[in-house]
């Protein structure tokens, strides 16, 4: 249903349909939202009788406190590239970082006896061997690149798609991926 606006001696009636404002002025007739929503607002001033001049007041209000709160976040601060840098000495006296290993291959492998064994291959000369999928690793090393990989009972020889795996309790065997 259409709602009327404010009428005066110098203002228009305007019928407000939705987002569209039409402005019936005498020997006129102005379709465009911004100079009817300008104008009503120049024929309603102090005056909050209509729905649109309550919401015209509180997004006023509410983008007067917007900007209010977004300006008091600025910190007006300047970057000089000629100071020096505080933490400088602690940095250049801190240890190299070491980097952890990458992973270089994941395999998954089937060995003759229809078992599978996971094992992840680093780049430092180290191997996981894993039992089950996500269960519990152990950490196997090879003394220097090409040599087994070796812990706690555990062997794998190789890192292609076929290995030779032996592990606690059971024969050593061929494994395929």
Do not use: W
């Not at 569209?20 to 911004?34: L, R």
């Not at 270089?104 to 039992?131: I, P, W």
């Not at 990989?149 to 555990?154: C, P």
């Amino acid at each position: 249903m259409p709602k009327s606006g404010a009428s005066g001696p110098n203002c228009a009636n305007f019928l407000i349909l939705g987002d569209n404002f039409q402005a019936n002025v005498p020997n006129s007739n102005i379709h465009f939202g911004v100079i009817a929503f300008l104008h009503l607002t120049q024929c309603t001033i102090g005056r909050q009788d209509t729905v649109v001049m309550q919401i015209h007041t509180r997004l006023l209000a509410a983008a007067a406190i917007g900007s209010a709160l977004f300006l008091t976040a600025c910190k007006q601060e300047t970057i000089s590239g000629d100071a020096p840098d505080p933490d400088a000495a602690a940095l250049n006296a801190a240890k190299p970082v070491e980097l952890p290993p990458m992973v270089t291959q994941s395999r998954t492998y089937r060995c003759k006896d229809s078992s599978l064994v996971f094992v992840e291959f680093f780049s430092n000369n180290t191997a996981v061997y894993r039992a089950s999928k996500g269960g519990a690793g152990t950490t196997l090393t090879a003394a220097e690149p090409g040599k087994p990989y070796a812990a706690d009972g555990y062997s794998v020889s190789g890192d292609g798609p076929q290995v030779t795996i032996a592990a606690p309790g059971k024969p050593s065997q061929d494994c395929k991926a």
